[in-house]
Structures are given as C-alpha cells and as structure tokens.
C-alpha cells in the first residue's frame, strides 16, 4: 500500500491525500477525515525515509564515539537522546574503538547525507584533521563534545579540565601528599593535556617540583595498564597520591593496590576523573572528579539543532564550558567525621 494507490481508491489526487495526511489547512475537515479513515482501514504507513529524501533531510543525527563502556558517555548519549526526541529526530552511534581509521571511515559515509548533523568524541589515536575538514565542506553541522580538537574552528562543548586537575592536586597536597603522581591515557588529546597542566600548576602554586618520573603516559590496553601501574607502585620512591586522568585506569589502581598489600588512602591516595555510580560503594569510596555527563549531551545536542533549525546561525564559533564536581572521599584522604 503506497499513497498512489490510497489517492486512487479516494478518487483524489496524490497531492490532495499528501496534504490531508499531514494535516495542511488546505484540504477540508470532510476529506481528511475521508482519507485517515481508509488509511487507517487499509493499515497505510507514510514511508518517512520517501520524504526525507524529498525534504533532503535523514532526520537522523549520527553521536561518534570513542567507546559506549566508559559511563561518562553512556550519561552523554542520555542527555543527547533527550533533545533529540523532542526534535523528532533519531540518533544513530557509531563507534571508532579509539581507532583513527574508523573514524575517518565513518566522517567519509557522512558526506554522502547520510545524517543530518553529527556530535563527536575524538579517539584517541586521532592526530589528523583532515577527515573533519573534509566534513565541513560538506556544511554538515558538527560539535565536538568532551574530546575536542586543537588546530580547527569548530563547535565545542567541554569542561573546565584544567582547574579541575589543579584543584584536585591541590587538595591531595592540602591532605599531606608529598609525591603525587598523574596518569595520562594520551598525549594526542586536548582535555587529557589540559588535566595534566593544571596538576603541573597546582604544583608550581605549592612550591612544589614537577618530576617526569611522576607522570605516567598510559595507553588504551588493559594489560599494559595494569603493567605500567605496577611498576610505578613498586619502585623505591613510590607515589603516595594518584590523580587518574580517565575512568578506565581507576579500577586497575585498586586491583594493583590489592595484589601489593597497599592501603588506601593510607599508604596511597587516589581521585579520578570518573562517572561510575559506583563510585561511592567502592571500598574505600573513591574521590571523584565528574563531568555533567548528561548536561554536556543536551548542551551539544541543543546546539546542532540551533544549527539546522536556524539558517545562518554560526555554529563553529560557539564554545561551551561546564563545570566539572570535585567529590572527596575516603581514597583521597577525607576523614568522616565520628558517629559516636
């Protein structure tokens, strides 16, 4: 069942049947209810994808991730999810496993109009910037969310990396740390290098040195994680404190610390930059910092949208910072006050 076929049952054109389904002012309240009566008889579906080709709109935006275990980015899709059902639109994610060459595949498909409007997270192998150039020609609305790329004008929606690194080594120092040791997972992304400057300022601010040997460029594997920790943990001149700069490596410190018979915060204290739920249950209760997850979601999605709703608007010049929480708990040397 198609409209032509619908319109020559009703002895209507196809326009008249188009227009009374979607409700035009221009056709009579006797013939819409004509034609929605045998639409509804002969179960007659409008085919969206027809008129979105007619409209040269897909009605979908595509999210590009990096990963979806990390639930800082489950939280994200939430908060994009929510704009974007009220825009009738859906959301298609793609994911790249941090690789650049899934990445460049992905933006290549989006140049054929496959979507509407794309809100993205760098992986972590991206170095180049030529495949989000080549996007741009097409004027295909694009915002960065959380990893954003140095080196290109474009819509971005972050946080305030930098203070909230150097406000949680400063309470580490404030806690009695003396050797505070910081975890990048790349050296290739913006947010992870703004994390680790404003360790290196809270130290400078304390009058502290920053030592080489207390930064620890970790990777996206697991194992060599798990490898890198260890080692740092069990040298002479240990850490006494961690500032994790991604969720992934949070779970590996207490795992290590286990295996090595090292308290926490005792012997090491620990804040992380995470979104876990369970970040309060853990044992002890781990020190976080966290993102607006959600709200950095609907801010991205709310801007794309003002992008294709709004001819002239322009997109590549907005920059959006949100605030990132400090939560201190037990692993970060907070002492609970006495129930007794």
């Given amino acids: 069942m198609n409209i032509k076929t619908l319109a020559g049952k009703l002895g209507y054109s196809v326009s008249t049947v188009s227009k009374a389904l979607n409700d035009s002012h221009e056709i009579s309240a006797e013939t819409k209810r004509k034609v929605m009566d045998l639409a509804a008889l002969l179960n007659y579906t409008p085919n969206a994808y027809a008129g979105s080709l007619r409209n040269k709109k897909s009605n979908n935006i595509a999210v590009v991730l990096p990963e979806v275990a990390d639930s800082f980015f489950s939280q994200a899709i939430n908060g994009i999810e929510s704009v974007a059902q009220e825009k009738g639109y859906h959301v298609i994610v793609y994911l790249t496993h941090e690789k650049q060459h899934k990445e460049q595949s992905i933006l290549n498909d989006f140049r054929s109009g496959r979507v509407d409007g794309v809100l993205m997270s760098l992986s972590g192998e991206t170095t180049s910037n030529e495949h989000i150039f080549r996007l741009n020609d097409k004027e295909i609305p694009l915002v960065f969310f959380d990893r954003a790329p140095d080196g290109i004008t474009a819509a971005k929606v972050v946080t305030d990396d930098f203070d909230s690194a150097r406000k949680a080594t400063a309470q580490l120092i404030a806690n009695g740390s003396q050797r505070i040791a910081f975890l990048s997972i790349s050296d290739k992304i913006a947010i992870f290098n703004n994390r680790l400057e404003g360790f290196k300022k809270a130290l400078q601010d ?17 194992q060599q994680n798990h490898d890198l920790l260890m080692a740092l943990l069990t040298q002479p001149d240990r850490p006494d404190a961690i500032i994790a700069s991604a969720e992934k490596i949070a779970a590996n410190i207490y795992s290590i610390c286990n295996q090595l018979g090292l308290n926490i915060p005792e012997d090491l204290k620990v804040i992380a930059f995470s979104n876990l739920p369970i970040a309060a249950l853990l044992c002890p209760p781990l020190s976080t910092i966290v993102q607006p997850a959600f709200e950095m979601g609907q801010a991205a999605a709310t801007l794309l949208f003002k992008a294709l709703e709004k001819p002239g608007f322009i997109l590549r010049n907005e920059h959006v910072v949100l605030p990132a929480i400090l939560i201190e708990r037990k692993s970060s040397g907070l002492i609970y006050p006495s129930t007794t």
């Fill in 206 to 222: 304390a009058g502290r040195p920053y030592h080489e040997s207390m930064q620890v460029n970790c990777s996206f594997n697991e």
